[in-house]
């Protein structure tokens, strides 16, 4: 007689509450530097910061425990670790804005959105029980997924800050909806891609020693291309062109395993952007910013002031930074959403920002765990595609800011000031999440 | 599916270490760069943000930083600030430094390395960084003195210790306060430096040691006379004076003062010749000596050389390869010759001083913020020009000038006073720059002081009579009676 029995293995949740307690360390005593050098610490306040820290930390582990047990332990300690930064940073730039005469709360409100992250974070596990389930919605995913990406181009919806479009005003309030877009496009992709792997992999002709893909399963890859194309020139932002593209190709080679597909697609964006340079003043300045910053004609035209003053901020605080609340962030234009990433390295030094990379590295390394992990092949897509999302997102921010390529108007996950983004990577952890429940949970063996 | 994402998370671990590579360029491999770039107000902000040394005068503070609530953290205050500024200068967040805030930075920021103990102690017990005080050989009495006989006129005046080379007094007309310049509102501070830079009198420039050098005229003739005691000739020695001089190679002549002759005769005596300030003796001498020796002499008394007292002193010029009708003009102070008031202020200490010049300074004392003296500046020689018996055959001939000659305005009941007036043609047809050095008592003396009022002074254009006997020597004799009732001399 054959029973089936669930054996119990070790989870690693109770590593996961060890890791919770640092990163909720990491948080509070951050905020308590900052609190104390702005000469404004009360034990109160803190005690009832740390404490809240330490219920949504719990609450978050429970819900974990309860609706996806074997999920991934490393990725809520990190996720934490990097919003408790996030949230201190930002409360130190209200700080020496304040200081300078402009009352600022973004500290208060991006506190609120982390708290509402992690609650839809919850929400997904409860709602998505299972991620095979959103395979079904492929295409709906599809079309909301472009709807999203092309809605700030609508006349009168969308909206121009800072010389790219990709705001849409909504209720009063200015919303990227690029970022939910993001998300909606990787289930897309992935559900398209396992059905039609086969199809795309597909030997087509040779050529330079490498087999290419067949002309006539290029459509797909020549509208992606078209639409990141169509962002980046009226949008006017390279970085979310960049990102989609970016996805897409990534999860095409992980489908097909054709590197093919990747020198095709890359070409073709390569070509449209040095296109797009050439011919469009806009993008072409934001060329000439990145390649000669420091030139003073580009300088004094203002259209490098900002990168140039983020370089000159990242490079006082040095090796080991100016300490949290001693330097002068606030001389950067956007120092809490754009530039966080140069605050943090002016205050915490190059070690800190090594420090802050290297929790993101993990993040994305666990992600892609997950996705060899699990076992069906949307699963393996999907999360290796939020995975990837994650990495090149921060890359081509920070990369921005560091001079690696030019400045785009993303966002930086988790850290940055702003709703959007925030409720956008917390629904990303929480799919993340979801899928490393699948891969990690033990085989029921016949006994 | 696993091998190509095994592989695009090492594409993602590569991008992570391009962007780790690029952070660590900015930080620390370029950041020394960056942090010395023009553009970058936070190396600006850091500096103002620091306390900033005091400077002290008479055991007196005369510039501090005093605490105060905006981004700047502190506030440089200047008490009696117009009266000092040609010493101190002016610390702007938008114009920068200039004077002794410049010259002195690092001390008074505290980043010098002679501070280097403090910064630790500081950084160890948690204080800020403080800079150091910095003390000043200047003299309150004298510096209030000189500035109030100045007036409004547009000159200078330079007072030293002809003993140590301390400067006693530096007044430069007119002048601004920095107070205006200090305020931490960029567009009210830009607003008054630009009024201060239009206006016609230049109130920025220092007179004394910088902006403008002047021709000397007759003053420089003690710089003749040096040379002509070095070459043999004794206050006793005639020289060929006649009423009007042919300068040689030309059609022009040279006059004396209101056309005068300078003796009953066509001759008369090196002494008389400098009494009298004769113009035609001090040409004919200075055609004899040839101009070598009248420039080696000028050189041993500082011309051409640029110096740092510490500010920054132009260097005074003199004519290149002269012919004998240049040289007889540039041998009573005027053609090419220029000088700075303290240049023509060392030539006077060093007569007062046995023929040895004492090399001038400013700072006294710079002493840590515990007190501790960080620099003390000592007395030093910058040359010998003069022989000590040619010094007080000079000195005597000079007492000549104040007791019998033009400088008879400089005279203090009871004291013997050496001087020299002059007063030199511009050559734009505005009035004289009137000059007059001098020291006091002549045998033992403690001051040595150069006047210089620019074209007529008060008079001004309409003064085309003004001369350095009327116009510069009381100025001088004021200064001079205030360093001697200080000492008790008086």
């Not at chain 1, 597909?261 to 073709?268: C, D, Q, R, T, Y």
């Not at chain 1, 070509?271 to 580009?298: I, K, M, Q």
């Not at chain 2, 204080?127 to 510096?143: F, H, I, K, P, Y």
Request: net charge negative; aromatic share 8%.
């Amino acid at each position: 007689m054959a029973t089936v029995a669930e054996i119990r293995v070790p989870t690693g949740r109770r590593a996961e509450i060890a890791l919770l307690a640092i990163a909720v360390m990491i948080a509070v005593l951050a905020r308590g530097l900052v609190d104390y050098h702005a000469d404004f610490l009360e034990l109160d306040t803190l005690g009832l910061y740390a404490a809240g820290a330490i219920v949504l930390a719990g609450v978050a582990h429970m819900v974990v425990r309860r609706y996806a047990p074997s999920a991934d332990t490393v990725l809520l300690p990190a996720v934490f670790a990097l919003n408790g930064i996030g949230l201190a940073m930002i409360r130190r730039i209200d700080f020496a804005y304040a200081e300078r005469g402009r009352e600022t709360s973004f500290g208060q409100i991006q506190l609120g959105w982390a708290v509402l992250g992690l609650a839809v974070m919850i929400v997904v596990l409860l709602v998505v029980r299972d991620h095979r389930v959103l395979r079904r919605y492929t295409y709906t995913a599809g079309v909301l997924g472009l709807i999203g990406l092309l809605l700030p181009l609508v006349p009168g919806l969308g909206t121009e800050i800072n010389g790219a479009r990709i705001w849409i005003s909504l209720f009063g309030r200015s919303v990227q909806p690029g970022e939910f877009a993001k998300i909606a496009l990787v289930i897309f992709f992935a559900g398209y891609l396992v059905t039609n792997r086969d199809t795309l992999a597909l030997a087509g002709p040779k050529f330079l020693g490498m087999r290419f893909p067949r002309p006539r399963d290029m459509g797909p890859l020549v509208l992606v291309w078209l639409a990141s194309m169509l962002v980046q020139i009226y949008e006017r932002d390279l970085g979310t062109s960049l990102l989609f593209f970016g996805i897409f190709l990534s999860m095409l080679y992980v489908a097909t395993e054709r590197l093919s597909w990747v020198v095709v697609g890359l070409g073709m964006f390569v070509a449209g952007a040095a296109f797009a340079g050439t011919v469009f003043a806009h993008v072409h300045s934001r060329y000439e910013a990145w390649l000669h910053a420091l030139d003073p004609a580009v300088y004094s035209s203002g259209t490098s002031e900002q990168l140039v003053r983020g370089l000159f901020g990242m490079a006082s605080g040095g090796l080991l930074g100016t300490g949290l609340g001693e330097g002068r962030p606030d001389l950067v234009p956007y120092a809490e959403s754009d530039f966080i990433v140069a605050s943090l390295g002016e205050e915490l030094g190059l070690t800190g920002l090594m420090a802050v990379l290297t929790l993101y590295v993990i993040l994305v390394q666990r992600s892609m765990r997950t996705a060899i992990g699990v076992r069906d092949g949307f699963g393996k897509l999907l999360a290796a595609g939020l995975g990837f999302s994650l990495a090149l997102q921060v890359f081509i921010v920070v990369g921005g800011v560091t001079r690696v390529i030019p400045l785009t108007g993303l966002t930086t996950p988790f850290l940055a000031y702003g709703g959007s983004s925030m409720l956008a990577n917390w629904i990303i952890v929480g799919l993340i999440l979801r899928v490393s429940d699948q891969a990690r949970r033990p085989a029921l063996e016949v006994v | 599916m696993n091998e190509p994402i095994r592989r695009l998370s090492v594409v993602v671990l590569v991008m992570f270490l391009v962007l780790m590579g690029a952070a660590s360029y900015i930080q620390v491999i370029n950041a020394n760069e960056l942090n010395a770039d023009g553009r970058n107000v936070r190396t600006l902000y850091r500096e103002y943000g620091t306390f900033r040394g005091p400077f002290v005068v008479d055991g007196d503070t005369i510039v501090a930083s005093k605490s105060v609530d905006d981004s700047f953290n502190y506030q440089r205050t200047y008490t009696d600030g117009a009266l000092y500024a040609a010493a101190t200068g002016y610390y702007s967040i938008v114009f920068g430094r200039s004077g002794l805030e410049q010259s002195e930075n690092s001390l008074l920021n505290g980043s010098d390395d002679a501070l280097f103990w403090n910064r630790l102690g500081d950084l160890f017990a948690g204080r800020e960084q403080e800079g150091a005080s910095v003390e000043m050989t200047l003299d309150s009495t004298l510096q209030k003195v000189a500035s109030e006989q100045l007036g409004d006129q547009r000159g200078a005046v330079v007072a030293l210790d002809p003993t140590t080379g301390e400067i006693l007094a530096m007044v430069t007309s007119p002048t601004y306060d920095p107070t205006l310049l200090a305020g931490h509102n960029s567009v009210e501070v830009n607003k008054k430096y630009q009024e201060l830079l239009n206006d016609e009198n230049r109130p920025l420039i220092n007179r004394a040691i910088a902006g403008d050098t002047y021709p000397p005229g007759s003053v420089f003739k003690l710089v003749v006379a040096a040379a002509a005691l070095e070459s043999g000739y004794t206050p006793e020695t005639s020289l060929y004076a006649p009423q009007e001089l042919k300068l040689p190679g030309t059609s022009n002549t040279m006059s004396n003062y209101q056309n005068e002759k300078c003796d009953t005769t066509d001759t008369t005596t090196l002494k008389d010749a400098l009494r009298v300030s004769c113009n035609t003796a001090f040409a004919n001498l200075g055609m004899s000596l040839g101009w070598e020796v009248i420039e080696r002499k000028a050189k041993e008394f500082g011309w051409t050389d640029q110096i740092d007292i510490p500010l920054s002193v132009a260097a005074s010029r003199l004519p290149e390869d002269p012919d004998d009708a240049q040289t007889a003009m540039a041998s009573i102070g005027q053609y090419d010759d220029r000088a700075t008031p303290l240049q023509m202020a060392m030539v006077t200490a060093a007569i007062a001083n046995h023929g040895q010049l004492m090399t001038p300074y400013l700072v006294k004392t710079v002493r840590a913020p515990d007190l501790r003296v960080v620099q003390q500046n000592e007395p030093t020689e910058y040359s010998q020009p003069m022989t000590a018996a040619d010094a007080q055959s000079l000195t005597d001939m000079m007492v000549e000038v104040v007791d019998n000659g033009s400088g008879r305005a400089a005279a203090i009941d009871g004291v013997k006073v050496a001087g020299k007036t002059g007063t030199a043609e511009t050559g734009d047809g505005s009035a004289p720059d009137n000059w007059f050095v001098g020291f006091a008592p002549a045998d033992n003396p403690t001051i040595a002081v150069a006047v210089l009022v620019e074209n007529g002074g008060a008079q001004g254009d309409a003064g085309k009579e003004a001369t350095g006997g009327i116009v510069a020597a009381p100025i001088a004799k004021a200064v001079m009676e205030a360093a001697l009732a200080k000492n008790g001399n008086s």
